[in-house]
Every structure is written in structure tokens, then in C-alpha cells.
């Protein structure tokens, strides 16, 4: 079947310090992949997609590309910022989505 | 962007009561939409995909005599937890594609917040 496996958190950096939170996934044929993030007392946001291999997804500064090769689509951003907290959530889509269990990303000042 | 959205935010309820949730496409039309759960600290669960103008399809091992869905329109789905316990508490998400077909793009609403006493 399909899965989504992330990296646990929490992950707690310095404002400005890079990220980068590791996906990879499991499925049949080629599926979409996606980074939703939810900030505290809200809903999922769809942050960036990618739709086949190669193809680099970004927004807000983040970017993740899609790698068949390694099965993954590592979520990176050079400089995060405070109100980059929240949790990231990497999925796949054959259909339904399949997500990840989230990652909890904590920035200071 | 499209825009999905939940009634109520949040609810408390008594135990063996029932709770109704609404969710709205308030922009565009769904012919599906699909219901997950969410428990502290873990990732979403899909529990059943609410198709218009038929039965909802339910995933493994969530039992659909006790979340009733019913999609009433095209841009109406509710999901009522009927009998509710303690272990229903829990944040429910509904999402739905915005073309109003099985594509690949979801838009989802803010959730709503069970509490079961």
C-alpha cells in the first residue's frame, strides 16, 4: 500500500538557521506529493506540490523536489523565520491522500 | 483560492449524545469530499469519502453506523457522530478537491474540535 515516512520532531532551530524535514514514500506508480502545514488552532494548508519526477515544488520560501530515484521530497527552506512554526505535514496522492505523521517545527529568536 | 468551510469549530458534548458537523465548499462545487480524523501529535486519518447522490465509501475499520455521512448537495457534507464517547473526542477535518472531481489538489476546512464528557 501506500505510505509517507517523515522525520520526528520536534525540530527546534534559530531564526534564520536552514531546514530541511526528510519525506519519503512508498506507492504504486507515480504520485503526486505534497507539503501541507498547519499553524497552531488552524486547518491544513497546502504549502507546495510536485507532480512528477524532477519537478520542484516552492512557496514562501520553502521548496521540495520530487526524487523517484530516492523516493523522497525533502521539505528545505534557507532561512526560516519564527512564524515558520508550526507542523509540516508531507503526503502522497494516488487518488486519496496519504499522509505523513507531521513534523513539529519550532523556531527562536 | 477555494475556500472550505467547517461548522462548528468546536463542540462539547455529553456522552450517547449525537453531533452534527457540517462542511462547505463556499466557492466552488464537490461531488466528493472526504472526512479524516486527527488525533494530538499524529497525522490525519481519511475515515470515508462522502460522494453526492450516493453512499459515502468508509475506510477499514471505521464503523459507519456510528459516523453518519451524508452529502446533501454540492457543496454541503455533514458527518454526525452519533452516540458519542469519550474516544471520539478529536479533531475532524473535512477536505475537498476543487475542480469537484478526484484530482489530486484538496482544500480543507479548519476543523472542528469534539470534546465528549
Known amino acids: 500500500g501506500n505510505s509517507v515516512t517523515q522525520m520526528e520532531g520536534p525540530v527546534t532551530l534559530s531564526e534564520e538557521a536552514f531546514l530541511t524535514i526528510n519525506c519519503t514514500y512508498t506507492a504504486t506508480g507515480y504520485p503526486s506529493l505534497f507539503w501541507y502545514v498547519q499553524y497552531p488552532g488552524e486547518g491544513l494548508q497546502l504549502l507546495l506540490k510536485?507532480?512528477?519526477?524532477?519537478d520542484k515544488g516552492s512557496n514562501k520560501g520553502f521548496e521540495a523536489t520530487y526524487r523517484k530515484e530516492t523516493t523522497s521530497f525533502h521539505l528545505e527552506k534557507g532561512s526560516v523565520q519564527v512564524s515558520d512554526s508550526a507542523v509540516y505535514f508531507c503526503a502522497l496522492s494516488r487518488g486519496k491522500l496519504t499522509f505523513g505523521t507531521g513534523t513539529q517545527l519550532k523556531v527562536e529568536l | 483560492g477555494a475556500v472550505v468551510s467547517q461548522h462548528p469549530s468546536w463542540v462539547i458534548c455529553k456522552s450517547g449524545t449525537s453531533v452534527k458537523i457540517e462542511c462547505r465548499s463556499l466557492d466552488f462545487q464537490a461531488t466528493t469530499m472526504f472526512w479524516y480524523r486527527q488525533f494530538p501529535k499524529q497525522s490525519l486519518m481519511l475515515m470515508a469519502t462522502?460522494?453526492?447522490?450516493?453512499?459515502?465509501?468508509?475506510e477499514q475499520g471505521v464503523e459507519k453506523d456510528k459516523f453518519l455521512i451524508n452529502h446533501a448537495s454540492l457543496t454541503l457534507s455533514t458527518l454526525t457522530v452519533t452516540s458519542a464517547h469519550p474516544e471520539d473526542s478529536s479533531f475532524y477535518i473535512c477536505s475537498a478537491p476543487s475542480s469537484g472531481g478526484f484530482t489530486d489538489t484538496q482544500y480543507f476546512g479548519p476543523g472542528t474540535r469534539l470534546t465528549v464528557l
Open positions: 510536485a507532480t512528477k519526477a524532477d
Open positions: 462522502s460522494n453526492e447522490g450516493s453512499k459515502a465509501t468508509y
